[in-house]
């Protein structure tokens, strides 16, 4: 039986300290759909999954 690992989810505090933004930015980004995908609990908390981050972070990198 193999053990899987849990997925590593990001609260929106989280992310927001990550990047040193607000979580008021954030929500504007998501209007804009400029922020990563997200997943939104039962409960209505939004969470963002670790590689997601990751891949948006990467996406945004500017090749000069």
């Known amino acids: 039986m193999t053990t899987r690992k849990p997925t590593v989810h990001l609260t929106v505090q989280q992310f927001c300290e990550e990047l040193g933004i607000s979580p008021?930015?954030?929500y504007e980004?998501?209007?804009k759909q400029r922020a990563p995908r997200c997943?939104?609990?039962p409960n209505g908390?939004?969470?963002i999954r670790r590689a997601e981050y990751?891949?948006?972070?990467?996406?945004?990198e500017d090749a000069a």
């Open 54 to 60: 990751e891949r948006w972070l990467d996406s945004r």
């Open 24 to 26: 008021r930015t954030f």
């Open 39 to 41: 997943i939104k609990l």
């Open 29 to 31: 980004w998501r209007t």
């Open 45 to 47: 908390e939004i969470r």
